[in-house]
Nanobody, 124 residues
Framework: QVLLVESGGGLVQAGGSLRLSCAAS????????VGWFRQAPGKEREFVAG????????AYADSVKGRFTISRDNAKNTVYLQMNSLKSEDLAVYYC?????????????????WGQGTQVTVSS
């Protein structure tokens, strides 16, 4: 069982930065692949970034490549999403998710554990 709690969202001007955190409970969290997803108003939940349990593999949506960075600190049971050069289209609720195994997938239904989400608002 894994419990995920996101934090770090807020209001930022376009071009600014935010770092989201996802704190996990469960002593085996280091064995889970993690992902960040987002859901904008009126849109479906979409994949943003993923990181394998070992930290050796990452994946990013094309829309955030070069601007967002996913990382994890297994000693702290925490996953981060550093978001730079934010754009108005990045406005969404951001969720972290976890799945067993080493494969990063972009499909939300592949992830069995979800946080409650944190709002990111970008003003232009």
């Amino acid at each position: 069982q894994v419990l995920l709690v996101e934090s770090g969202g807020g209001l930022v001007q376009a071009g600014g930065s935010l770092r989201l955190s996802c704190a996990a409970s469960g002593r085996t969290f280091s064995m889970y692949t993690v992902g960040w997803f987002r859901q904008a108003p009126g849109k479906e939940r979409e994949f943003v970034a993923g990181l394998s349990w070992s930290g050796g593999n990452t994946a990013y949506a094309d829309s955030v490549k070069g601007r967002f960075t996913i990382s994890r600190d297994n000693a702290k049971n925490t996953v981060y999403l550093q978001m730079n050069s934010l754009k108005s289209e990045d406005l969404a609720v951001y969720y972290c998710a976890a799945r067993g195994g080493a494969i990063i997938t972009t499909r939300p239904y592949d992830y069995g554990y979800w946080g409650q989400g944190t709002q990111v608002t970008v003003s232009s």
